[in-house]
């Protein structure tokens, strides 16, 4: 999920984030900054849904950077749903940090096979045009 204060690219938030995050996804690793459109398609992604935990929303320590594919696979997916009741009760702002590659680690184990399954359709597609005469670069 996207949040409009923070997904204003070069804001210094963003930057924050970004240097913090290496400027890659925090879920398929893609270097956001490779090039302009993979720039604009960084987008600041909540850990924990922003829809669903309003403590959490500003704190940078629940923001990764994530391309525009991977949060919109991930989008209100609640790592927390994965933990044990008794994990979650010791989540609080101030111990958020230190569950966070947890969290960020189920949430890659959500996203990644559902990016796969993106790709394996690009893939198959591009098989399909192929004999069609249709290359990638005229699509
Ligand atoms: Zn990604």
Redesign the pocket.
Known sequence: MTSKYVDIHGNPRWIKIGVRDNFC??????NLLNDVISMSSAQIDHILPQSKYKTYKDEDTNMVL??Y???QIKRAFDPLEKLSEQERMLITVETLDSFREKLLSICRHY?IPL?EKKKKILYMSNEVLQPLGVSKKSI
């Open positions: 996804c925090a879920y398929c690793g893609v994530s391309c594919c991977c949060n996203v990016l």
